[in-house]
């Protein structure tokens, strides 16, 4: 037991290091050993459970999804609810409960296979409704969901960084009338 302690607490101070050395610079600037000094563990036992610092932001990123992903199948089993505003305050919710890694990894140093993840993530869930719901075809399914993506993700990675921000309610508020307005025409 004394070891899992140990192992957990490693982990979670190599994540919070490398999240705070990603704050300055990308990820193919890092060094396994600038990350070791930086979280005061000594190489062996970094690859004792990493190949590399590539391998430990994939591992980071691969976990956040998993939560994002769990976070919304709860949300849709509790409510029965598929509608946009809901599930994009959800998102908000969770986004801003975990602001630091969220910012760094949709920031300027963050992984775009990470956004290209979110993307799809959210794509299998959406898209699907629209069609459901709203006899989109799949092709312009495809291009409104592309549209709304990259937008809600530019205004999101915005949101992380203000000083000030909205409360994720009124965000997700936001959000969602962003899309319809933009999106209304097809969906309607």
């Known amino acids: 037991m004394p070891g ?5 607490y490693t982990k979670m101070v190599l994540r919070d290091s490398l999240i705070k050395l990603l704050h300055d610079k990308p ?9 070791c000094e930086y979280a005061d563990i000594n190489r062996a036992t970094f690859y004792a459970h990493y ?16 939560d994002i992903n769990s976070y919304l199948d709860n949300f849709n089993i509790e409510t029965g609810e598929t509608d946009l505003l809901p599930m994009i305050f959800r998102i908000l919710e969770y986004i801003e409960k975990n602001k630091e890694l969220c910012r760094v990894l949709l ?3 963050g992984d775009m296979d990470f956004r290209t993840n979110i993307f799809h993530l959210l794509r299998d869930r959406v898209v699907f409704e629209w069609q459901k719901n709203r006899q989109v075809d799949d092709n312009t ?10 937008g809600s993700i530019g205004v999101i990675s915005k949101w992380l960084l203000d000083q000030n921000p909205l409360p994720p309610q009124s965000m997700a ?5 962003l899309v319809n307005q933009g999106i209304g025409f097809f969906i309607a």
């Open 51 to 66: 190949a590399d610092q590539f391998d430990l932001l994939k591992q980071i990123e691969t976990e956040l999804i998993t």
């Open 4 to 8: 899992d302690r140990r192992v957990k």
């Open 107 to 109: 920031g300027e140093n």
């Open 27 to 35: 990820i193919s600037r890092i060094t396994v050993k600038e990350l």
């Open 141 to 150: 399914a495809e291009y409104i969901y592309t549209y709304v993506v990259t």
């Open 173 to 177: 508020e936001f959000v969602t009338c």
